[in-house]
């Protein structure tokens, strides 16, 4: 689990630095990517937090005016959550392509040709 945390933050320096290195400007510094990222996670965790009350109280109401509004509420909180991972998916394509942008500019190194293991007397 500490790797795929320590993986997340990578690409999320990389996808912060790259944008402003590519336009010229001064990449955020590491602390402030930190910030943004322990943000970002803090408010998703919120959001889940949110939606597993909402369900709860759903689960529990009776009287259907009761439902039809907790439904709403839920469906508001779900929405919440999908604009933000859509907004997340846009930061990592872009930062892809981005990638592949400067990649694209590199050789791409030949194949390793296979190991002879004839004998040679």
Do not use: F, Y
Not at 21 to 28: F, K, M, N, V
Not at 64 to 91: G, N, V
Not at 96 to 109: C, D
């Amino acid at each position: 689990m500490k790797s795929r945390v320590t993986i997340s933050k990578l690409i999320l320096c990389a996808a912060l630095w790259l944008p402003a290195h590519a336009l010229g400007q001064e990449p955020p510094k590491e602390a402030d990517m930190m910030k943004r990222m322990e943000s970002e996670h803090h408010e998703m965790m919120e959001l889940m937090q949110q939606a597993m009350k909402s369900l709860s109280e759903l689960q529990n109401a009776k009287d259907p005016a009761t439902m039809k509004s907790r439904m709403a509420e839920h469906a508001a909180i779900l929405e919440r959550m999908r604009a933000k991972m859509a907004e997340h998916e846009e930061m990592m394509k872009s930062m892809s392509e981005m990638m592949s942008h400067m990649m694209g500019g590199m050789k791409k190194s030949e194949p390793a040709p296979e190991p002879d293991h004839s004998e040679h007397h």
